[in-house]
Nanobody
Framework: QLQLVESGGGLVQPGGSLRLSCVVSKFTLDYYAIGWFRQAPGKEREGVSCISSSGGIRNYADSVKGRFTISRDNAKNTVYLQMNSLKPEDTAVYYC?????????????????WGQGTQVTVSS
């Protein structure tokens, strides 16, 4: 089973930026779509962004379009989530997850392996 480890979370002021990283080990990243999800206290886990195995498909939740950018470096077995213009409502634990699907549908049950999460807090 894949192992995924997130990093890059932290405390940032509204309008600030963070870049999250998801390092995948045990298997090569080449054959997997990677999604980013988040869960705020008292709320359900929601899909934020997803990138297909080739990088040709990149999907975003409406709430983050134009502010977040997903990318991948298969040579480094790493997927990134660049988050700009952060808002307090972006505060959550962010998880990366791997899926064998081709179309990058951001539905949690379609993802088989999950990281432990990294906390992002946007506050002044």
């Amino acid at each position: 089973q894949l192992q995924l480890v997130e990093s890059g979370g932290g405390l940032v002021q509204p309008g600030g930026s963070l870049r999250l990283s998801c390092v995948v080990s045990k298997f090569t990243l080449d054959y997997y779509a990677i999604g980013w999800f988040r869960q705020a206290p008292g709320k359900e886990r929601e899909g934020v962004s997803c990138i297909s195995s080739s990088g040709g498909i990149r999907n975003y939740a409406d709430s983050v379009k134009g502010r977040f950018t997903i990318s991948r470096d298969n040579a480094k077995n790493t997927v990134y989530l660049q988050m700009n213009s952060l808002k307090p409502e972006d505060t959550a634990v962010y998880y990366c997850a791997a899926s064998g699907q081709a179309m990058c549908v951001m539905t949690a049950p379609l993802f088989d392996s999950w990281g432990q999460g990294t906390q992002v807090t946007v506050s002044s």
